[in-house]
């Protein structure tokens, strides 16, 4: 009886998959498996209509019907596409939007710049504690950081090289400096070292309990040794209990199932350990570990070269016979042009873009000087084990410390296979 009732729904399967006609490039399949089409992407929607009735009579909108209207009209935002329309991540908009918006009423005046160039960071960290605290993954920085990149470089063209002070070498320089930004950031959101689980570590017919099964029906712990290894020998020397939770902490992971190495982290955001895992940034949407940190390191270095050498040639093209610092706080007659006023809006964008992403830059080169990530750092914090320097810009654990030079030559060797020594020299 068994056997049949798991054949018969096989069979039914089969049968019908034959009758599904393919999708155009207009249709798609919601999240209730249901064929819709694009043009009905917001018609039948119980949770927005009442929603728009509740607003119209000024009643408030209960937390989880707002939830619910954001998952639909998510779900339904697709393009039109080949086999299908594809589904685009609501997040990536805001900043395709609202950024030249901004910038351009930013340049209707001195005090409009103000209050814009103050507000935007502001709703930026908002936006962010608002997203870490819900532990989502989110577009939305990695679309504004990208979209800054074009919009600027589009303002310079248009607004900046007519002007005639832009020979072809300095525009060929920083077009150069615009694709290595970008061939960084493609470099840096490769795999950072995800811990996987092996797929052939199961091994049925023992049921003992250094064999027991994760939740996938797999074994999938795995350690630097052997990624069969009973757990009771990776939980440290005889003269650590079997149950202590810092040994337990430090070398399984509860949520994936596994064995992680020294200075490896469970991400809560990306939902995996990674290799002596940094930190999640937010600007390229995804971990910073073992294997990018070093292309994470490359992308800021050249944006920032790349940025500071962009601001000067519009300083020096719309502020002419001043210093780039003076002309940053004083160029008379900017806000006489739309066009200067533009350029120059787009400036101090920059220069706070620019400002932020120094000091990231600033304290990873500190980080690698003593040898700590930044999550080391903020587990050392919260426990108080590190000793904090210069009004604690500097947090130096001390643990993996060995000198200015051997880090900095272990963080360039990071990611590389390890060496192994001939038989005939071990022997």
């Not at 798991?6 to 019908?16: R, S, T």
């Not at 993954?137 to 303002?155: A, D, K």
């Not at 029906?217 to 757990?231: E, F, I, N, V």
Request: hydrophobic share 40%; proline share 7%.
């Amino acid at each position: 009886m068994t056997q049949k009732g798991g054949v018969k729904p096989g069979k039914k399967n089969k049968a019908e998959e034959p009758e599904l006609e393919p999708l155009c490039c207009c249709e798609y399949i919601d999240r209730n498996g249901e064929k819709n089409h694009v043009a009905a992407c917001l018609c039948d929607c119980q949770d927005l209509d009442d929603g728009c009735d509740r607003w119209i009579t000024c009643k408030s909108v209960q937390p989880e019907t707002c939830e619910r209207i954001m998952d639909t009209v998510s779900d339904r935002l697709r393009i039109p596409w080949l086999r299908g329309a594809k589904k685009v991540n609501i997040s990536i908009l805001p900043p395709l939007i609202l950024l030249p918006v901004f910038l351009r009423v930013a340049s209707w005046h001195f005090l409009l710049g103000v209050v814009v160039l103050t507000s935007l960071p502001v709703l930026a960290l908002w936006y962010y504690y608002l997203t870490h605290r819900r532990k989502e993954q989110t577009l939305f920085f990695l679309s504004l950081g990208l979209f800054s990149l074009g919009y600027m470089y589009y303002v310079f063209l248009q607004e900046v090289v007519p002007r005639g002070r832009v020979g072809p070498t300095r525009l060929a320089l920083l077009t150069c400096g615009l694709f290595l930004i970008l061939l960084a950031l493609c470099r840096a959101k490769k795999n950072p070292g995800y811990l996987r689980s092996p797929a052939g570590s199961e091994r049925p017919g023992s049921g003992g309990p250094a064999e027991r099964p994760g939740p996938g029906g797999q074994d999938k712990a795995r350690g630097p040794l052997s990624s069969r290894a009973p757990r009771e020998e990776l939980r440290g020397p005889p003269g650590v209990p079997a149950g202590s939770p810092a040994k337990v902490k430090e070398d399984w992971c509860a949520k994936c199932q596994l064995v992680r190495p020294a200075r490896a982290w469970h991400c809560r955001i990306c939902g995996i350990c990674v290799r002596r895992m940094d930190h999640h940034c937010v600007w390229i949407n995804s971990c910073v570990g073992e294997s990018n940190h070093q292309a994470f390191i490359l992308a800021l270095s050249v944006f920032l070269l790349t940025s500071v050498y962009g601001i000067t040639l519009t300083l020096d093209t719309i502020c002419r016979d001043r210093s780039v610092f003076t002309a940053l706080f004083y160029c008379p007659g900017v806000y006489a042009d739309y066009s200067s006023a533009l350029a120059f809006t787009c400036v101090w964008y920059s220069v706070i873009v620019t400002a932020g992403m120094a000091y990231i830059f600033l304290i990873q080169l500190i980080n690698i000087s003593y040898n700590v990530t930044e999550r080391e750092v903020q587990q050392a914090l919260r426990q108080k084990t590190g000793r904090r320097l210069l009004c604690g810009l500097i947090v130096d654990t001390g643990q993996y410390n060995r000198g200015f030079l051997r880090n900095w030559h272990q963080f360039s060797t990071l990611g590389a296979p390890p060496f192994h020594h001939p038989a005939e020299d071990i022997v």
